[in-house]
């Protein structure tokens, strides 16, 4: 009798340890399809990730890039049978039925032809229906999204529609980084070729001058010039970082000093802090060459630089001032703003780059004023995600 006993109070623990655990799962369950969110949440995170797959390949543009892999992202984003990507030139992939081949060309030179979307009926179950969209990009037609399905119904021919267009905004953007790429390496050729008729012809006439009176200062002079050269033309990206920077500075400063001796003096203020700052390639070189052949070279006794960096928070501020010869306010902004070649391009050159990557509201101030010398300061954000350093350039 006892063990009868035992043997049900047993059975209902079991009983109700089994309940427990299936209460816990069920709940469980319940909360983590909660954490999902609801059906319209997860549908708008499946084409957000979708199109976000897609994006990274049409950046190239329909000529390059795996469009194999874009393709298939925009079957998926469509719920279409099959789906085609089409140049000016022909097919170039499709997802889903490779057979569809020919008919997706029928419909994209039609769509390339006209400019317009255009409707594929079906005549059988082998060649399903379809709709092509042109994909358009800086105002002309650059391909066509094909979508097939065994009828095409008004919701596709629009989610077609919208497709191509988002297609052809991704292309332009890939565009645009191109250009704005090439802008950069334009610019960065703007001022190796200001560096290389003026200051490698007075480097070298400084470093001759040195070789029969005093051939260790030769000697050291050559390495502050092939250091300066490798810096000034690397080819390691648009970004580095102050310290580097202030690398180079050194070498032209050292070159510099083999010309005017004790008549040029620069003092370093930099905050230790601020020596990783990320900033745009020859920003600050050029702004202290500015400073030594327009604001100290004119006057007979030469003058001081200095090169100041001190954190300001969300910005790194960055001052080169010189008391040099200073010029005419109203000269400054006409050199600034002029569209012809001046001797002040690397100036110009820094405050335009500094715009194009930060804003207009980061361009350089200058103040000057003539017999009162030059001071330009740059602030440059200390966060950047966007922007990455090369590898320091080996020493």
């Known amino acids: 009798m006892i063990d009868d006993v035992w043997a049900l109070v047993l059975a209902g623990v079991g009983i109700g340890i089994a309940l427990t655990l299936l209460f816990q799962l069920v709940w469980r369950l319940m909360r983590g399809s909660r954490d999902l969110g609801s059906d319209a949440e997860r549908a708008t995170f499946r084409t957000l990730s979708l199109a976000s797959r897609a994006a990274v390949h049409l950046r190239g543009g329909l000529d390059t890039g795996d469009l194999h892999r874009a393709s298939r992202a925009l079957r998926s984003l469509l719920g279409s049978d099959a789906i085609a990507i089409a140049n000016r030139q022909g097919v170039v992939s499709i997802d889903g039925r490779p057979s569809l081949s020919d008919a997706a060309w029928h419909v994209a030179s039609s769509v390339i032809e006209t400019g317009q979307r255009q409707l594929l009926t079906s005549s059988s179950d082998a060649e399903p229906a379809a709709v092509g969209a042109p994909v358009v990009a800086n105002g002309r037609v650059v391909g066509v999204i094909v979508a097939f399905a065994p009828k095409v119904r008004p919701p596709l021919v629009r989610a077609t529609t919208e497709v191509a267009k988002w297609c052809g905004a991704q292309i332009e953007l890939g565009e645009l980084e191109t250009s704005r790429a090439a802008l950069a390496e334009a610019e960065l050729r703007a001022l190796r070729a200001q560096i290389s008729p003026h200051f490698v012809y007075n480097a070298l006439g400084a470093i001759a001058s040195y070789i029969t009176t005093d051939p260790e200062r030769a000697r050291d002079l050559v390495l502050d010039f092939a250091d300066f050269t490798r810096y000034s033309f690397r080819r390691q990206g648009e970004f580095t970082t102050l310290a580097e920077e202030l690398k180079s500075v ?146």
């Open 250 to 395: 050194h070498s032209y400063v050292e070159l510099e000093r083999a010309r005017f001796e004790e008549r040029l003096s620069v003092t370093l203020q930099i905050a230790p802090e601020t020596l990783t700052t990320v900033i745009p390639f020859l920003s600050v070189q050029p702004l202290v060459e500015n400073a030594v052949r327009h604001g100290l070279e004119p006057r007979e006794r030469g003058g001081t630089i200095v090169i100041a960096a001190r954190d300001d928070g969300t910005h790194t501020e960055i001052t080169v001032d010189d008391d040099g010869v200073g010029m005419q306010p109203e000269e400054l902004r006409a050199l600034l703003t002029a569209g012809e070649i001046t001797d002040h391009v690397g100036l110009r050159n820094v405050d335009s780059r500094i715009r194009r990557i930060y804003g207009d509201d980061h361009a350089l101030v200058v103040e000057t004023n003539p017999g009162a010398g030059t001071m330009v300061r740059m602030r440059i954000p200390k966060s950047q995600p966007f922007n990455e350093t090369e590898r320091p350039v080996d020493r």
